[in-house]
């Protein structure tokens, strides 16, 4: 038995005391918190035996085992025997080979490190590695979204500007574990949290030193957001962080509280300028159109003229050529018919009176009247 009652020996004398040597108030063997062992009393329960009695039966089990094995006596008052060391051996062994088994969930990576060193990545489902302390391993969940706000307090949000102007930044950071490195925010991060914090401000500052204070609160508000990431990303893998840079996101960005009203002001003149800009566009837009074609209209009307009064003087200057050639050729019957063809065009013009010698002046009847 593991423990000697002082005043019983054997094993048979077991029923008179517990291994604390009190026994109950009705003569039979106590339990170990002084409470009736038997039916009576308040917290007894006669149908169940007291944990005296059972110690004392798996007693008796594993004496006559080792009695039977190793040739011991039954009465011999040894230990719990071969048969209980090998049990509680196997029972140690498995739960040292259990410490080898690692089970991954979904989102998560679990790293072996072997005396401290660094192996091997486990993705999701059921793995297996040397036993501690040979190999441990730290299980991470890499999918998981983290997020790290900066510009809260005036210390933090308040920046110089590339034009000499102060602006008021918040920005947030999400970020998550790399899945290709976590031994690296493993070994080299002590507090993820503070590490993206100060390096987003500090390259944030500096992008924000570069900039002017109109392109950063108005147009240049997505690109600063891009460069900001892409150098802390690279800042960090530099470091070896194992920390991956999700999204970079500017939730505010203004002039600062004292000055903002009259920034306002500034603000609001900018876009009445840029509203008038855009009235007078629409107006250019709309009057230079008809300008242009009315002009172009009367460039075509000219040219339309100028090849009508052309290709008329050409005419002409052929039909004098044609006569002159006729004249050379015969004078005196080209006269007559330039006078006959003169004389046509004037008198055809006017009313006509015949003067004749003997008759006379007679009028001349218009054939051309009566016939209309």
């Known amino acids: 038995m593991p423990w000697k009652d002082n005043n019983e020996s054997g094993p048979s004398k077991m029923t008179g005391g517990g291994p604390w040597g009190n026994k109950g108030s ?52 040894g230990g719990m025997g071969r048969g209980g060391f090998l049990v509680l051996a196997s029972v140690a062994l498995i739960a040292w080979l259990a410490s080898g088994v690692v089970i991954v969930d979904a989102g998560q990576q679990a790293s072996i490190f ?24 730290i299980v991470l969940p890499v999918e998981q979204q983290n ?23 918040e920005f ?16 080299n991060v002590d507090d993820p949290q503070n590490l993206v914090k100060a390096v987003s401000e500090s390259v944030m ?9 109109q392109d950063i609160i108005t147009t240049e508000r997505a690109g600063v957001q891009n460069q900001v990431g892409a150098q802390t990303q690279a800042l960090l893998t530099s470091y070896r962080a194992g920390v991956e840079i999700l999204d970079i996101q500017v939730n505010k960005a203004d002039a600062p509280d004292q000055v903002i009203d009259a920034f306002l002001d500034v603000v609001n003149a900018a ?19 008809v300008a242009r074609g009315e002009a172009q209209r009367i460039i075509q009307d000219a040219e339309g003229y100028r090849d009508q009064v052309v290709a008329d ?3 002409q200057a052929s039909r004098f050529r044609q006569i002159y050639e006729e004249y050379r050729q015969a004078p005196r019957v080209t006269r007559e018919r330039m006078f ?3 004389m046509e065009k004037v008198l055809g013009r006017s009313d006509k009176i015949i003067l004749d010698n003997e008759a006379g002046a007679v009028p001349y009847l218009p054939l051309d009247q009566v016939r209309q």
């Open 271 to 289: 876009q009445d300028a840029t509203t008038t800009i855009n009235e007078a566009t629409k107006f250019a837009n709309e009057t230079v159109p």
């Open 147 to 169: 997020e790290t706000t900066i510009g809260r307090s005036t210390d933090e949000s308040l920046m110089l500007t590339g034009d000499e102007n102060i602006v008021n930044v």
């Open 114 to 137: 072997r005396f401290g060193k660094w192996t091997a990545n486990f993705g999701p489902g059921l793995h297996l590695h040397l036993p501690t302390p040979i190999e441990r391993h």
């Open 26 to 77: 009705n003569g039979n063997g106590g339990s170990p918190w002084n409470r009736p062992g038997g039916g009576g009393g308040s917290g007894g329960d006669a149908n169940r035996p007291d944990l005296e009695e059972q110690m004392r039966r798996m007693q008796e089990r594993f004496r006559g085992r080792s009695g039977g094995r190793g040739g011991r006596g039954g009465g011999s008052g």
């Open 172 to 187: 947030a950071v999400f970020w998550k574990i790399d899945t290709q490195s976590p031994q690296d925010y493993i070994l």
């Open 340 to 342: 006959l063809e003169t």
């Open 205 to 213: 500052r500096e992008v924000v030193g570069k900039s002017d204070l």
């Open 313 to 315: 003087a050409e005419g």
